[in-house]
Nanobody
């Protein structure tokens, strides 16, 4: 498995931006699709964005489409989540996760490695 460590969370005002990073180590980073998920207070973990192993395909939850951008740098073994126009409802713990490149599901159960999470708080 690959080990993942998120960073970049924090407190930001509504309308602001944050950039999350997820650094991978261990097994080769490249054959993994990567996803970002979030867990708002009192709610279940939900899909945010996903990027395939090559970076050529991305997908987003409707709630973040047009505001968030997922990207990856395979040379640095890092995946990013640029979050713009943040809203209070984006407040959550954000997790990155790795998925075998052969899978296509957005279900968290199909992601095999997870980071510890980073808190994002958006004030109104």
């Amino acid at each position: 498995q690959v080990q993942l460590v998120e960073s970049g969370g924090g407190l930001v005002q509504a309308g602001g931006s944050l950039r999350l990073s997820c650094a991978a180590s261990g097994r080769t980073f490249r054959p993994y699709n990567m996803g970002w998920f979030r867990q708002p207070p009192g709610n279940e973990r939900e899909f945010v964005a996903r990027i395939n192993w090559s970076g050529g395909s991305t997908s987003y939850a409707d709630s973040v489409k047009g505001r968030f951008t997922i990207s990856r740098d395979n040379a640095k073994n890092t995946v990013y989540l640029q979050m713009n126009s943040l809203k209070p409802e984006d407040t959550a713990i954000y997790y990155c996760a790795a998925q075998d490149y052969s899978r296509a599901s957005y279900d968290p159960i199909n992601f095999e490695s997870w980071g510890q999470g980073t808190q994002v708080t958006v004030s109104s």
